[in-house]
Protein backbone atom coordinates (compact mmCIF):
# COMPACT_ATOMS: atom_id res chain seq x y z
CA UNK A 1 0.00 0.00 0.00
CA UNK A 2 1.51 3.39 -0.96
CA UNK A 3 0.80 6.23 1.09
CA UNK A 4 2.43 8.86 -0.55
CA UNK A 5 0.98 10.66 -3.71
CA UNK A 6 4.11 10.70 -5.70
CA UNK A 7 5.15 7.15 -6.95
CA UNK A 8 7.82 7.97 -8.74
CA UNK A 9 10.07 9.88 -7.23
CA UNK A 10 13.71 9.00 -6.53
CA UNK A 11 15.20 8.15 -3.44
CA UNK A 12 18.59 7.43 -2.52
CA UNK A 13 17.57 5.61 0.95
CA UNK A 14 14.94 3.22 1.58
CA UNK A 15 14.49 3.27 5.40
CA UNK A 16 12.79 -0.36 6.53
CA UNK A 17 11.53 -1.36 9.56
CA UNK A 18 9.41 -4.89 10.48
CA UNK A 19 6.83 -2.79 12.54
CA UNK A 20 5.58 0.54 13.15
CA UNK A 21 4.39 0.24 17.17
CA UNK A 22 5.00 2.27 19.99
CA UNK A 23 8.48 1.30 20.54
CA UNK A 24 11.83 3.45 21.15
CA UNK A 25 13.39 2.72 17.54
CA UNK A 26 9.94 2.70 15.64
CA UNK A 27 9.52 6.60 17.59
CA UNK A 28 12.88 7.80 16.59
CA UNK A 29 12.19 6.58 13.00
CA UNK A 30 9.21 8.61 12.24
CA UNK A 31 11.46 11.81 13.95
CA UNK A 32 14.07 11.05 11.89
CA UNK A 33 11.65 11.18 8.89
CA UNK A 34 10.21 14.42 10.36
CA UNK A 35 13.11 16.14 10.48
CA UNK A 36 14.78 14.82 7.25
CA UNK A 37 10.86 16.78 5.49
CA UNK A 38 12.51 19.55 6.66
CA UNK A 39 15.65 19.47 4.51
CA UNK A 40 15.63 20.48 0.80
CA UNK A 41 16.14 17.52 -1.57
CA UNK A 42 16.06 15.07 0.78
CA UNK A 43 15.94 11.93 -0.64
CA UNK A 44 13.87 9.27 1.56
CA UNK A 45 11.74 6.89 1.16
CA UNK A 46 10.21 4.04 3.95
CA UNK A 47 8.77 0.74 4.08
CA UNK A 48 7.17 -1.34 7.14
CA UNK A 49 7.16 -4.47 6.11
CA UNK A 50 4.56 -6.45 8.16
CA UNK A 51 0.77 -5.48 9.30
CA UNK A 52 1.73 -4.63 12.88
CA UNK A 53 1.49 -0.18 12.69
CA UNK A 54 0.09 2.31 14.95
CA UNK A 55 -2.25 4.48 12.79
CA UNK A 56 -0.53 7.58 14.74
CA UNK A 57 2.84 6.94 13.79
CA UNK A 58 2.03 6.00 9.96
CA UNK A 59 0.16 9.28 9.79
CA UNK A 60 3.47 11.15 11.05
CA UNK A 61 5.63 9.28 8.29
CA UNK A 62 2.86 9.70 5.47
CA UNK A 63 2.52 13.29 6.59
CA UNK A 64 6.41 13.76 5.57
CA UNK A 65 5.68 13.15 1.70
CA UNK A 66 8.03 10.97 1.71
CA UNK A 67 7.16 7.50 -0.53
CA UNK A 68 5.59 5.63 1.98
CA UNK A 69 4.93 1.57 1.93
CA UNK A 70 2.64 -0.14 4.48
CA UNK A 71 3.01 -3.59 3.15
CA UNK A 72 0.81 -4.99 5.55
CA UNK A 73 2.49 -8.44 5.70
CA UNK A 74 0.57 -10.76 8.59
CA UNK A 75 2.63 -13.08 10.33
CA UNK A 76 3.37 -16.38 9.63
CA UNK A 77 2.76 -15.30 6.04
CA UNK A 78 4.98 -16.60 3.14
CA UNK A 79 7.72 -13.65 2.26
CA UNK A 80 8.06 -14.36 -1.52
CA UNK A 81 5.00 -11.91 -2.56
CA UNK A 82 6.55 -9.11 -0.34
CA UNK A 83 10.46 -9.16 -1.02
CA UNK A 84 9.12 -9.21 -4.41
CA UNK A 85 7.24 -5.65 -3.59
CA UNK A 86 10.21 -4.47 -2.05
CA UNK A 87 12.23 -5.10 -5.16
CA UNK A 88 9.69 -2.95 -6.71
CA UNK A 89 9.94 0.39 -4.33
CA UNK A 90 14.04 -0.26 -4.93
CA UNK A 91 13.09 -0.31 -8.86
CA UNK A 92 10.72 2.42 -8.26
CA UNK A 93 12.89 4.92 -6.53
CA UNK A 94 16.54 4.21 -7.37
CA UNK A 95 17.10 3.27 -4.18
CA UNK A 96 21.15 3.12 -3.19
CA UNK A 97 21.16 2.70 0.49
CA UNK A 98 18.73 0.51 2.51
CA UNK A 99 18.64 1.70 6.28
CA UNK A 100 17.24 -1.38 8.33
CA UNK A 101 16.23 -0.46 11.58
CA UNK A 102 15.89 -4.06 12.60
CA UNK A 103 17.05 -7.38 13.20
CA UNK A 104 13.79 -8.60 11.04
CA UNK A 105 14.30 -5.81 8.40
CA UNK A 106 18.13 -6.21 8.18
CA UNK A 107 17.69 -9.64 6.84
CA UNK A 108 14.95 -8.44 4.28
CA UNK A 109 17.87 -6.24 3.22
CA UNK A 110 20.28 -8.87 2.80
CA UNK A 111 18.07 -10.33 0.03
CA UNK A 112 17.28 -6.94 -1.46
CA UNK A 113 21.13 -6.69 -1.73
CA UNK A 114 21.61 -10.36 -3.44
CA UNK A 115 19.15 -9.23 -6.32
CA UNK A 116 20.85 -5.79 -6.84
CA UNK A 117 24.16 -5.95 -5.97
CA UNK A 118 25.00 -1.94 -6.35
CA UNK A 119 22.89 -1.66 -3.05
CA UNK A 120 24.39 -0.47 0.51
CA UNK A 121 23.07 -1.36 3.91
CA UNK A 122 22.98 0.38 6.99
CA UNK A 123 21.85 -1.62 9.78
CA UNK A 124 21.63 0.14 13.24
CA UNK A 125 21.82 -1.58 16.29
CA UNK A 126 19.41 -0.29 18.82
CA UNK A 127 20.19 -2.36 21.84
CA UNK A 128 22.74 -4.13 23.86
CA UNK A 129 23.12 -8.06 23.59
CA UNK A 130 21.91 -7.97 19.89
CA UNK A 131 24.88 -10.50 18.76
CA UNK A 132 24.28 -12.12 21.61
CA UNK A 133 21.36 -13.93 20.22
CA UNK A 134 22.85 -14.33 16.45
CA UNK A 135 23.05 -17.52 15.06
CA UNK A 136 26.47 -19.09 13.73
CA UNK A 137 26.19 -17.82 10.42
CA UNK A 138 24.16 -14.63 11.31
CA UNK A 139 27.94 -12.63 12.18
CA UNK A 140 29.46 -13.50 8.90
CA UNK A 141 26.44 -12.20 6.57
CA UNK A 142 26.61 -8.95 8.59
CA UNK A 143 30.49 -8.61 8.65
CA UNK A 144 29.74 -9.29 4.37
CA UNK A 145 26.74 -7.80 3.60
CA UNK A 146 26.55 -4.59 6.10
CA UNK A 147 28.23 -2.04 4.69
CA UNK A 148 27.76 0.73 7.90
CA UNK A 149 26.98 -0.48 11.45
CA UNK A 150 25.71 2.18 13.45
CA UNK A 151 26.09 2.10 17.39
CA UNK A 152 23.58 3.89 19.68
CA UNK A 153 26.00 4.38 22.50
CA UNK A 154 30.18 4.06 23.08
CA UNK A 155 28.99 0.60 25.03
CA UNK A 156 26.93 -0.81 21.63
CA UNK A 157 29.87 0.05 19.85
CA UNK A 158 32.18 -1.61 21.59
CA UNK A 159 30.09 -4.57 21.74
CA UNK A 160 30.04 -4.17 17.99
CA UNK A 161 34.23 -3.96 17.86
CA UNK A 162 34.03 -7.13 20.19
CA UNK A 163 32.13 -9.11 17.61
CA UNK A 164 34.74 -8.15 15.09
CA UNK A 165 32.09 -5.39 12.98
CA UNK A 166 35.26 -3.03 11.96
CA UNK A 167 32.99 -0.74 9.90
CA UNK A 168 30.61 0.43 13.21
CA UNK A 169 30.59 3.93 13.93
CA UNK A 170 29.02 5.69 16.78
CA UNK A 171 25.82 7.99 16.19
CA UNK A 172 24.01 8.81 19.65
CA UNK A 173 20.24 8.86 19.26
CA UNK A 174 18.18 12.10 19.09
CA UNK A 175 14.63 13.83 19.36
CA UNK A 176 13.16 16.92 19.24
CA UNK A 177 13.96 18.43 21.96
CA UNK A 178 11.26 21.65 21.07
CA UNK A 179 8.49 19.32 21.42
CA UNK A 180 9.30 17.93 25.15
CA UNK A 181 10.82 21.34 26.11
CA UNK A 182 7.11 23.00 27.04
CA UNK A 183 6.23 20.13 29.25
CA UNK A 184 8.43 22.07 32.05
CA UNK A 185 6.89 25.52 31.73
CA UNK A 186 3.23 23.80 31.79
CA UNK A 187 4.56 21.50 35.09
CA UNK A 188 1.95 22.29 38.00
CA UNK A 189 3.23 21.47 42.09
CA UNK A 190 1.86 18.51 43.54
CA UNK A 191 1.90 17.69 47.14
CA UNK A 192 2.69 13.74 45.80
CA UNK A 193 5.64 13.25 44.21
CA UNK A 194 4.75 11.73 41.13
CA UNK A 195 7.61 9.43 39.58
CA UNK A 196 7.49 8.09 35.68
CA UNK A 197 8.41 5.38 33.82
CA UNK A 198 8.52 5.07 30.35
CA UNK A 199 9.49 1.69 28.89
CA UNK A 200 8.57 -1.48 27.01
CA UNK A 201 6.65 -3.64 29.72
CA UNK A 202 9.40 -5.89 30.24
CA UNK A 203 10.93 -6.44 33.46
CA UNK A 204 13.62 -9.33 32.65
CA UNK A 205 15.01 -5.94 30.64
CA UNK A 206 13.79 -2.47 31.63
CA UNK A 207 13.53 -3.91 35.81
CA UNK A 208 9.79 -2.50 36.26
CA UNK A 209 9.88 -4.92 39.23
CA UNK A 210 12.87 -2.67 40.98
CA UNK A 211 10.98 0.51 40.70
CA UNK A 212 7.96 -1.34 42.21
CA UNK A 213 9.67 -2.11 45.22
CA UNK A 214 11.08 0.86 45.85
CA UNK A 215 7.61 2.60 45.55
CA UNK A 216 7.25 0.26 48.44
CA UNK A 217 10.19 1.42 50.40
CA UNK A 218 9.12 5.64 49.91
CA UNK A 219 5.50 4.81 51.22
CA UNK A 220 7.01 2.55 54.84
CA UNK A 221 9.17 5.49 54.77
CA UNK A 222 6.19 8.12 54.74
CA UNK A 223 7.12 9.39 51.21
CA UNK A 224 4.12 10.26 49.76
CA UNK A 225 4.68 8.71 45.99
CA UNK A 226 2.24 7.89 42.92
CA UNK A 227 4.23 6.12 39.80
CA UNK A 228 2.98 5.50 36.51
CA UNK A 229 4.52 3.04 34.30
CA UNK A 230 4.12 3.93 30.18
CA UNK A 231 4.73 0.84 27.77
CA UNK A 232 3.19 -1.75 25.94
CA UNK A 233 3.47 -5.14 27.19
CA UNK A 234 6.49 -7.15 25.13
CA UNK A 235 5.65 -9.70 22.80
CA UNK A 236 8.66 -11.54 23.18
CA UNK A 237 8.10 -11.77 27.30
CA UNK A 238 3.64 -12.23 27.85
CA UNK A 239 4.50 -12.97 31.16
CA UNK A 240 5.67 -10.03 32.02
CA UNK A 241 2.45 -7.57 32.48
CA UNK A 242 0.77 -10.17 34.11
CA UNK A 243 3.80 -10.58 36.75
CA UNK A 244 4.27 -7.08 37.60
CA UNK A 245 0.34 -6.65 38.00
CA UNK A 246 0.75 -9.37 40.42
CA UNK A 247 3.57 -7.70 42.89
CA UNK A 248 1.39 -4.47 42.41
CA UNK A 249 -0.94 -6.72 44.70
CA UNK A 250 1.04 -8.44 46.92
CA UNK A 251 2.82 -4.94 47.93
CA UNK A 252 -0.59 -3.40 47.96
CA UNK A 253 0.39 -0.77 45.50
CA UNK A 254 -2.83 -0.63 43.28
CA UNK A 255 -3.95 3.16 44.58
CA UNK A 256 -0.21 4.01 43.86
CA UNK A 257 0.73 2.47 41.02
CA UNK A 258 -0.99 2.89 37.08
CA UNK A 259 -0.21 0.97 34.28
CA UNK A 260 -0.68 3.07 30.87
CA UNK A 261 -0.53 1.04 27.48
CA UNK A 262 -0.70 2.25 24.06
CA UNK A 263 0.12 5.93 24.52
CA UNK A 264 2.22 8.27 22.41
CA UNK A 265 1.45 11.53 24.21
CA UNK A 266 4.68 11.20 26.26
CA UNK A 267 5.33 14.60 26.63
CA UNK A 268 1.92 15.56 28.39
CA UNK A 269 2.58 12.66 30.05
CA UNK A 270 6.07 14.01 31.55
CA UNK A 271 4.59 17.37 32.32
CA UNK A 272 1.92 15.19 35.13
CA UNK A 273 5.63 13.85 36.14
CA UNK A 274 8.04 15.21 38.95
CA UNK A 275 10.97 12.78 38.76
CA UNK A 276 11.18 10.30 36.03
CA UNK A 277 13.08 6.95 36.19
CA UNK A 278 14.33 3.84 34.41
CA UNK A 279 15.51 0.89 36.59
CA UNK A 280 16.78 -1.18 33.22
CA UNK A 281 18.81 -3.91 33.73
CA UNK A 282 20.40 -3.85 30.40
CA UNK A 283 19.77 -0.44 28.34
CA UNK A 284 21.39 0.20 25.18
CA UNK A 285 20.93 3.91 24.93
CA UNK A 286 17.57 5.25 26.96
CA UNK A 287 15.88 7.54 24.42
CA UNK A 288 13.23 8.54 27.14
CA UNK A 289 16.16 9.65 29.45
CA UNK A 290 16.78 12.43 26.91
CA UNK A 291 13.16 13.00 26.89
CA UNK A 292 12.68 12.93 30.54
CA UNK A 293 15.69 15.74 30.61
CA UNK A 294 13.95 18.02 28.08
CA UNK A 295 11.09 18.17 29.47
CA UNK A 296 12.69 19.48 32.69
CA UNK A 297 12.62 16.29 34.75
CA UNK A 298 15.40 15.15 36.84
CA UNK A 299 16.34 11.62 36.17
CA UNK A 300 17.26 8.20 37.66
CA UNK A 301 18.89 5.66 35.63
CA UNK A 302 20.27 2.13 36.53
CA UNK A 303 24.09 2.44 36.29
CA UNK A 304 24.34 -0.10 33.21
CA UNK A 305 25.46 0.85 29.51
CA UNK A 306 24.19 3.54 27.20
CA UNK A 307 22.06 5.61 30.56
CA UNK A 308 25.22 5.61 32.42
CA UNK A 309 26.92 7.50 29.21
CA UNK A 310 23.98 9.91 29.45
CA UNK A 311 23.83 10.58 33.49
CA UNK A 312 26.88 12.09 34.81
CA UNK A 313 26.32 10.99 38.24
CA UNK A 314 25.12 14.07 40.69
CA UNK A 315 25.10 16.31 37.63
CA UNK A 316 22.44 15.91 34.59
CA UNK A 317 20.72 12.66 37.00
CA UNK A 318 21.22 9.83 39.81
CA UNK A 319 22.63 6.86 38.76
CA UNK A 320 21.90 3.81 41.19
CA UNK A 321 23.06 0.32 41.69
CA UNK A 322 21.28 -1.91 39.40
CA UNK A 323 18.92 -4.39 40.82
CA UNK A 324 18.58 -2.47 44.19
CA UNK A 325 15.41 -1.08 44.94
CA UNK A 326 17.13 -0.09 48.08
CA UNK A 327 19.78 1.90 46.43
CA UNK A 328 16.74 3.61 44.12
CA UNK A 329 14.78 4.15 46.90
CA UNK A 330 17.94 6.08 48.62
CA UNK A 331 17.90 7.88 45.36
CA UNK A 332 14.51 9.00 45.54
CA UNK A 333 14.63 10.25 48.76
CA UNK A 334 17.49 12.73 48.49
CA UNK A 335 15.25 14.36 45.71
CA UNK A 336 12.36 14.14 47.70
CA UNK A 337 14.12 15.75 50.59
CA UNK A 338 16.67 18.32 48.74
CA UNK A 339 14.15 19.98 46.23
CA UNK A 340 17.27 22.07 45.38
CA UNK A 341 18.74 19.44 44.30
CA UNK A 342 16.13 18.26 42.18
CA UNK A 343 16.09 21.48 40.71
CA UNK A 344 20.24 21.88 39.96
CA UNK A 345 19.61 18.16 38.46
CA UNK A 346 17.12 19.35 35.97
CA UNK A 347 18.34 22.67 34.90
CA UNK A 348 21.97 20.86 34.38
CA UNK A 349 19.64 17.72 32.04
CA UNK A 350 18.11 20.64 30.18
CA UNK A 351 21.25 22.16 29.34
CA UNK A 352 23.24 18.71 28.60
CA UNK A 353 19.72 17.59 25.86
CA UNK A 354 20.52 20.27 23.27
CA UNK A 355 23.51 18.03 22.22
CA UNK A 356 21.01 15.68 21.08
CA UNK A 357 18.34 17.39 19.12
CA UNK A 358 17.26 14.88 16.01
CA UNK A 359 18.48 17.79 13.58
CA UNK A 360 22.08 16.67 14.63
CA UNK A 361 21.50 12.66 14.66
CA UNK A 362 19.70 13.52 11.23
CA UNK A 363 22.86 15.72 9.57
CA UNK A 364 25.32 12.73 11.21
CA UNK A 365 22.95 10.09 9.13
CA UNK A 366 23.19 12.21 5.82
CA UNK A 367 27.04 12.26 6.00
CA UNK A 368 27.13 8.48 6.74
CA UNK A 369 24.65 8.20 3.54
CA UNK A 370 27.21 10.08 1.67
CA UNK A 371 30.66 8.39 2.82
CA UNK A 372 28.78 5.33 1.69
CA UNK A 373 27.50 5.73 -1.43
CA UNK A 374 31.33 7.38 -2.07
CA UNK A 375 33.34 4.67 -0.83
CA UNK A 376 34.90 6.50 1.66
CA UNK A 377 36.11 4.67 5.30
CA UNK A 378 33.72 4.90 8.39
CA UNK A 379 34.46 7.76 11.30
CA UNK A 380 34.16 6.50 14.64
CA UNK A 381 32.77 9.17 17.19
Known sequence: ?????????????????????????????????????????????????????????????????????????????????????????????????????????????????????????????????????????????????????????????????????????????????GRFATASSLRRPSAVLRLVNVARIDHHIKGQDILIRAVRRCLDAGIDVTCRLIGNASAERPDSLPFLVALVRELHLADR?????????????????????????????????????????????ANVDGPAELVQGGETGLRFEPGSDADLFDKIRSLALDQGKSRRIAGNGRRFVEDFDISRMRDRYFSLYEEVLHGRPARRG
Not at 263 to 274: H, N
Open 257 to 301: IVVLRDRTDIPGLLQEADVFILPSRREGFGLVVLEAMAAGLPVIV
Open 1 to 177: MLTSPDAAAPANVLQLISSLTVGGAERLLVDFLTSAASVPAAAQAAAVINDEIHSEFAQAVTDTGFPTYLMRRPRGRRHLPYVRQLFGIIRRHRIRIVHAHNDAAKFWAFACKLRFPYLKIVYTVHGNGDFDRFQPLHLPFHRALVDRTIAISQSVLDECLAAGIQNAVLIHNGIPV
